[in-house]
């Protein structure tokens, strides 16, 4: 498994920096590779689906952690089914615990985007994004702060 981890580490951080260096040549050889995917993984296994994957979906729904009471997908619609009662500000900040504790099977949604739109509603999120966009122009020099200390 180790090994395993490690070519695919190795084949997906060199496909990056493939797309990185030479963006021409991968976009013309990404729809090669995807038809040499659809074609080869089918006479291999006939599934689209590789058999790894195939084995970890079905272990994550023998221990119910996709598709059961405690799977991300449920924990996620009861997060959002919590936030759908108040939409603009949310159930307030810190409350994530105890409506997810009476309306949920476990405590958290599992997903940090849910968390914040069940706590500070549709207007929080909204302030997130914002102060994400910001910091990630900050930090590429094209922001307000960028042009100040240039």
Same mark, same amino acid.
């Not at 695919?8 to 995917?37: D, E, F, H, Q, W």
């Given at each position: 498994?180790?090994?395993?981890?490690?070519?695919?580490?190795?084949? /997906?951080? $060199?496909?990056?920096?493939?797309?990185?260096?030479?963006?021409?040549?991968?976009?013309?050889?990404?729809?090669?590779?995807?038809? /040499?995917?659809? /074609?080869?993984?089918?006479?291999?296994?006939?599934?689209?689906?590789?058999?790894?994957?195939?084995?970890? /979906?079905?272990?994550?729904?023998?221990?119910? $952690?996709?598709?059961?009471?405690?799977?991300?997908?449920?924990?996620?619609?009861?997060?959002?089914?919590?936030? $759908?009662?108040?939409?603009?500000?949310?159930?307030?900040?810190?409350?994530?615990?105890?409506?997810?504790?009476?309306?949920?099977?476990?405590?958290?949604?599992?997903?940090?985007?849910?968390?914040?739109?069940?706590?500070?509603?549709?207007?929080?999120?909204?302030?997130?994004?914002?102060?994400?966009?910001?910091?990630?122009?900050?930090?590429?020099?094209?922001? $307000?702060?960028?042009?100040?200390?240039?």
């Amino acid at each position: 498994m180790g090994k395993a981890f490690y070519y695919g580490y190795v084949l /997906v951080s $060199s496909g990056i920096i493939a797309c990185l260096m030479k963006r021409r040549a991968m976009v013309a050889l990404l729809p090669i590779a995807l038809a /040499v995917y659809v /074609v080869a993984v089918p006479l291999a296994s006939n599934s689209l689906t590789p058999a790894v994957l195939r084995r970890a /979906v079905q272990t994550e729904e023998a221990q119910q $952690s996709l598709g059961g009471t405690g799977g991300r997908d449920q924990l996620i619609r009861d997060g959002l089914g919590i936030w $759908s009662r108040s939409p603009v500000l949310g159930v307030g900040p810190g409350n994530n615990y105890p409506y997810m504790i009476r309306y949920s099977a476990l405590a958290t949604a599992h997903n940090q985007y849910v968390n914040i739109l069940m706590e500070l509603g549709a207007i929080g999120l909204a302030c997130f994004a914002m102060f994400s966009y910001q910091a990630i122009r900050v930090a590429a020099g094209q922001g $307000s702060f960028g042009r100040i200390a240039a």
